[in-house]
């Protein structure tokens, strides 16, 4: 029944190509597509070989690490990603964040199962936690990008999802608005877990991009502060590790 619904208002609001932006016709005799044929192929997904920590994309086998995560130290275990952040997937995640194409997250959280989800179950993850935004941005875009994600992957896998375990208790500039430096000093102390103790041994955060992963380390860094042991980080889309 709850299918037949789901089916009815695709009818009703047909839902749109998170890669072009074209309306999905939809069909209650067909299964539903949630990418139009032209765009199948647009996005590049981050595959092998990839950066043993973060998860970028790397230009020589041979390399364990991206130029990144050779010279720090990150606060979290290890990270993977989708897509390489350009082209189409980049205007996905504009549209995504700043003109409310909320629906896109339906196939980002699909999509980060399929291709991550046996990784995920390797982890051993307990709970996702999505990163928050301050209250101020949450108050002009209505929403949170990666909890709308971290609730579709935690549904799909069945893992409880804590939107609420991390705040955000610092509006930061934009990360990508700045340098390598600005981004580390612009994150201090950003964060704070709303519990003084985290029971729980292993997290998976969630977030659209990975840049330097900063945010992720931050984010990270006050969880095992609270208790966690080991966390671990996904994202949507990440840029090359080179």
């Not at 597509?33 to 020589?60: I, M, N, S, T």
């Not at 549904?155 to 509006?171: A, F, K, S």
Request: net charge positive.
């Amino acid at each position: 029944m709850k299918a037949g619904k789901e089916s009815l208002l695709d009818l009703l609001f047909p839902p749109r190509c998170p890669f072009c932006d074209g309306v999905l016709f939809c069909s209650m005799l067909a299964p539903r597509e949630f990418v139009c044929k032209r765009c199948r192929d647009k996005a590049e997904y981050a595959k092998e070989p990839v950066c043993c920590l973060c998860g970028q994309p790397l230009e020589d086998r041979r390399e364990e690490y991206c130029y990144d995560c050779s010279r720090k130290k990150h606060s979290y275990t290890q990270g993977k990603a989708l897509w390489v952040y350009k082209g189409a997937v980049k205007d996905s995640l504009y549209r995504f964040k700043y003109q409310n194409r909320q629906e896109y997250a339906k196939y980002y959280g699909r999509e980060l199962c399929r291709v991550h989800g046996g990784w995920i179950k390797r982890c051993k993850i307990q709970a996702i936690a999505p990163i928050p935004l301050s209250k101020k941005r949450m108050r002009q875009r209505g929403f949170n990008q990666a909890e709308l994600v971290a609730r579709h992957v935690g549904r799909e896998l069945g893992i409880p999802v804590y939107p609420g375990l991390l705040l955000r208790v610092r509006d930061t500039k934009a990360q990508k608005e700045l340098n390598d430096e600005e981004r580390k000093n612009n994150l201090k102390r950003a964060f704070k877990t709303r519990i003084n103790k985290v029971q729980l041994d292993h997290i998976l955060l969630i977030d659209d991009i990975y840049t330097t992963g900063s945010t992720m380390d931050e984010a990270a860094g006050e969880l095992r502060q609270a208790g966690a042991k080991k966390i671990y980080c996904l994202s949507i889309s990440i840029g090359r590790g080179y």
